[in-house]
């Protein structure tokens, strides 16, 4: 990234913050009873959390659109003022004085003065400088950065658009507070493109198509962020499972399977246990020995890999597994199939030598590309993050020479490999460097897709060795990938990809035959049979309704092929075709037919 393309998005995230401030100066003006909460900027604009007190029926109070309309009033006329930003830094008992009637923010100056959490509630390690910053007669606890004036926020370019509810710091046992979303961009045109695109994604977005569609559901016996995939959705999983297991094969993997459950120990040993503690489920006891639910699926592939010796000529072993793991996500920040809290994950373990390196870390981004190019992926980063020397021994597992050794390696696969990339340092996990994958669905929305790790901390942990060529142990470097991430969010991202209109291997109904009358039924039987028998997923609609209904009703579900069949059809053994985009072809054959759906299926063709 270039250094004026940062100095624009310091510039665009400094606006986004003080956007935030102006909001809430306008909420306080037109609700002067209004708690204010938390008012970050994000990264397409910016939010606040108020709480405006209860209803008349006793529920938090909330904004209605025409509220919403007021406030942007407001605040266009607030940054007409042309008010400064200023910074002050003040005590504690200054602070509190200052937000007396603010209850939340009186919460957030108690977390600063112990020196644990941030003015956001985001725990930190040293104790910071309390401040806050003024624009007009608006005074909040901030440490900024912001811009030097309102005028400098460009007042056409920023709109707000959306109000959610809350939890008071995310947590479900905190008041409901009302969160006001605004979006804001350098100009007019860029906040509108933006606009067109969250328009599109509403149609396209993966729960309402999810439901239209039949492809998951959530039920609340079973409980929150646990779907349950119907028979639609369930084709598509075996796709993707099919598709990985070709992929995989075809990379050298072995394939193994793990329990969901297992002893405390292990996760002990792989250190999850107690710093990953939060995000995984209370154990159970059974015997007098405590169970864990597994969030992660790592530390029973290191057992497999230590249940044989190895030698270095039997590396890399490379272990695959679409494995189901549980975690904790607290009610309030479930989203959809985005955040859920039972996943399962395309993972895979490599471990391999040193030398293997950079081999094995070009070939897994290779199988990236791969499916990129299956699935129409154009846009696509790695994120790579690196250590900083400074952190070696705290920080990071203090090791600098693989550090070193791996991010060269990694770096040097990547631009040989022409793959775009961004590197971030000082944010690599604790046992090596890591790639985020970003993605972007043809709508032009970002999704974060996985994670790619290198660890040289963990096969330590576990005693993992080979013998290497001298004849000596060695413990090998592991890499953790998971290309196609979670069932759950890559269906997420491929809903809203492809609007649902799912290519046809990936389609859970490939082809509906549609007689024109009842008594075509028995040769739309007899071809819905033919077309199963050559592994097509077809249907036969035999319902009373005409036939345009069916044709309507096999639209709405996005079958991509309708065959319709009449008088002409039985008489020839033919079908008329008509596809989901429309275009028609009569007098086809069955047997081209079921040929170019085959062919269709194995290139994994978009085409319909
Ligand atoms: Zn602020
Ligand atoms: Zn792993």
């Not at 039920?219 to 499972?241: H, R, T």
């Not at 299956?374 to 090791?399: P, Q, W």
């Not at 990694?410 to 040989?416: F, G, I, K, S």
Request: with cysteine; net charge negative.
């Amino acid at each position: 990234m270039s250094n004026q393309q940062n100095n624009q998005d310091a510039q665009l995230y400094r606006i986004r913050h003080s956007l935030a401030h102006v909001m809430a100066q306008a909420v306080l003006e037109l609700y002067p009873e209004a708690k204010l909460g938390i008012g970050p900027p994000i990264d397409t604009g910016f939010y606040y959390d108020f709480d405006l007190g209860p209803d008349e029926d006793g529920k938090p109070r909330s904004f209605v659109p025409e509220d919403l309309e007021q406030i942007e009033k407001r605040m266009r006329r607030i940054i007409a003022g042309k008010h400064s930003f200023t910074y002050k830094e003040v005590s504690a008992d200054e602070a509190r004085q200052i937000f007396k009637d603010q209850s939340y923010k009186l919460e957030l100056i108690d977390g600063l003065a112990q020196g644990s959490l941030d003015e956001y509630g985001n725990e930190i390690e040293t104790k910071p400088v309390i401040s806050t910053y003024t624009q007009d007669s608006f005074e909040d606890l901030c440490r900024g950065p912001h811009i030097e004036a309102t005028h400098q926020i460009p007042a056409d370019g920023f709109k707000l658009t959306s109000v959610a509810g809350a939890y008071w710091r995310g947590d479900e046992n905190n008041a409901m507070l009302q969160r006001i979303y605004g979006t804001a961009w350098p100009n007019k045109k860029e906040l509108n493109q933006y606009l067109q695109i969250l328009e599109e994604a509403k149609k396209r977005d993966h729960r309402k198509l999810g439901k239209e569609l039949e492809l998951f559901i959530f039920d609340e016996d079973v409980g929150p962020g646990l779907p349950l995939w119907l028979p639609n959705g369930g084709v598509i999983i075996d796709e993707l499972e099919k598709l990985a297991k070709e992929q995989e094969t075809k990379h050298g993997y072995d394939r193994v399977r793990t329990p969901h459950l297992t002893k405390e120990d292990l996760f002990l040993r792989s250190g999850h246990l107690p710093y990953y503690a939060e995000s995984m489920y209370p154990p159970m006891e059974m015997e007098g020995v405590r169970y864990y639910i597994k969030p992660m699926n790592c530390p029973f592939h290191h057992k497999i890999f230590a249940s044989k010796p190895h030698s270095y000529r039997d590396l890399p072993v490379r272990l695959a597994e679409y494995g189901t793991c549980y975690r904790y996500e607290k009610s309030g920040e479930l989203f959809g199939l985005m955040r859920v809290r039972s996943m399962q994950m395309n993972d895979a373990h490599i471990y391999c030598s040193e030398d293997d390196f950079e081999q094995e870390f070009m070939d897994v981004i290779q199988m990236y590309r791969e499916y990129f190019e299956i699935f129409g992926i154009e846009k696509y980063v790695m994120r790579f993050s690196t250590h900083h020397k400074n952190g070696l021994g705290k920080k990071y597992i203090d090791n600098e020479r693989l550090w070193r050794k791996t991010e060269e390696m990694v770096r040097r696969a990547m631009t040989n490999g022409d793959v775009p990339f961004v590197e971030v340092p000082d944010e690599a996990a604790f046992y090596g460097p890591k790639i985020d994958v970003q993605i972007w669905s043809a709508i032009g929305r970002e999704f974060t897709l996985a994670t790619n790790q290198v660890d040289f901390a963990v096969p330590e942990r576990f005693n993992l060795t080979f013998i290497n060529s001298e004849g000596q142990e060695e413990t090998p470097l592991c890499i953790h990938r998971a290309p196609l991430s979670t069932h759950e969010r890559m269906m997420g991202f491929l809903i809203e990809h492809y609007a649902g209109k799912f290519p046809v291997w990936l389609s859970p109904e490939q082809a509906r035959v549609i007689p024109i009358t009842a008594a075509h039924n028995e040769y739309a039987v007899h071809l819905q049979q033919r077309l199963t028998d050559a592994g097509i997923r077809a249907k036969a609609d035999l319902g009373a309704e005409r036939m345009n209904a069916k044709i309507r009703q096999a639209q709405l579900m996005q079958v991509p092929y309708m065959l319709v069949v009449g008088d002409q059809e039985v008489q020839n053994g033919t079908v008329s075709l008509r596809r989901r985009n429309n275009t028609r072809q009569n007098n086809l054959t069955v047997a081209s037919f079921i040929t170019t759906v085959q062919n269709r299926v194995t290139t994994r063709s978009g085409e319909l």
